[in-house]
């Protein structure tokens, strides 16, 4: 998919760059909010041999969807560039493998400041490079229990050991994220949006319930993971 992805970019920049020997340097402005569907690529190969491990199934290595929104604007003090936000997340739910009453829920989120330069030489469109600068976070949530329960029960398992079980292991990050995205307006209010990015956390510290620091972590645990993103986008577009 990364292959494909990386041939339509390389496709239109070339044949942005013939229309812009024709019709030469537009500046480019506007100002627009959006819908951002994103699909999340993880990283995700020493998690899954603990999830299997731990027996639920692994998570899929094709990934799985998330949600957000995003927007921008064309500052104009430097031509081409502009600023905005991003905010997405998404969560995998895992069954039970083997019918051990064990599940896990995978989650990948992030978000921050986006900026962004919009190539000067394209010409109906938008194909803008940069990347987003803020924070992010995984996490896994593993849970064992017997189905349906009474209320007395749930408080009475802290005070003697319990099958039912939950536990929650979190990395949060600092990222700065490589982004290329392409927008075409549909008319001059209206957008839509293909881009892809790569996830980069700058933290390899792990915690569990309550903010207990995880020791002892795998070497090539990581939180890492390429995103494609999507988008429907209200504003105004002179591209």
Known sequence: MLKKITLIILLT??????????????SKFGAAVGFTPVWTIPNASTMNNYLQAFGTE???????????????????????????????GGTTTLSSANSSNRSAEYYSGMGGLTVEYTLPFTKD????????????????????????????????????????????????FFTVSPTINI??????????????????????SWESDNGNVVNNLPNDLSSNSFFIQTGVFIGFFAF
């Open 58 to 88: 692994k998570i899929n290595s094709s990934g799985f969807i998330g949600f957000g929104g995003s927007g921008y604007i064309y500052i104009l003090v430097v031509k081409n560039l502009r600023v905005g936000g991003i905010g997405f």
């Open 183 to 204: 927008d075409y307006p549909i008319n001059r209010f209206i957008a839509v949006r293909l881009g892809a990015g790569y996830t980069i956390p700058f933290s390899t």
């Open 125 to 172: 469109v938008a194909i803008s490079v940069g990347g987003i600068i803020g924070g992010g976070s995984t996490s896994i949530n593993l849970y064992q229990n017997n189905g349906s329960q009474k209320w007395d029960n749930i408080w009475n398992d802290f005070n003697s050991p319990s099958f039912n079980q939950r536990r929650e292991i979190k990395n949060t």
């Open 13 to 26: 920049l070339s044949i942005s760059a013939q229309d812009y020997e024709k019709v030469g340097l537009i």
